[in-house]
């Protein structure tokens, strides 16, 4: 009896340094992007850690140089990629929600091709007003 709970009391403690190690975003998400925004951390993640192109679902949230999650009020994200030879640039808008912990928003945008894209950050509200951008890639 003894050995089992020994060996189950280890793989617990295993499992959760495991799941404590890699980067990690509020409420578990993992690290796809993370850049500075007008004096404030932006983290894009999700469950998988990787945008994929097409339907793409992901939180964003804004954390101060503390590491403490920030109310910014308004955000908005964009995804753009410049024109290429004959394909015309391309920028689809990502629809925002916030969710129970200020600072972190749940995002959903449609990205229409892998690739390099540039993540367009603006936020205007508690924390002051920034924007600015940052490189992306989606799969």
């Known amino acids: 009896m003894k050995r089992k709970l020994a060996t189950l009391s280890a793989i ?3 499992v959760s340094l495991a799941a404590a190690c890699g980067p990690r975003a509020v409420g578990g998400a993992k690290e796809i992007k993370s850049a500075a925004v007008g004096g404030l951390s932006v983290t894009i993640a999700n469950d998988e850690g990787v945008l994929r192109h097409g339907e793409a679902e992901f939180d964003l949230t804004f954390k101060d140089s503390s590491g403490k999650t920030v109310d910014v009020g308004s955000a908005a994200l964009n995804f753009y990629m410049p024109a290429m ?6 920028s689809n808008a990502a629809t925002l929600k916030t969710t129970s912990s200020p600072g972190v928003y749940r995002g959903k945008a449609k990205i229409d091709m892998p690739g390099e894209w540039q993540a367009q950050v603006a936020y205007e509200g508690p924390a002051g ?3 600015g951008s940052f ?3 989606a799969q």
């Open 85 to 90: 030879g004959a394909m015309p640039a391309m």
């Open 12 to 14: 617990v403690l295993l």
């Open 135 to 137: 490189p992306v890639t």
């Open 129 to 131: 007003k920034g924007a």
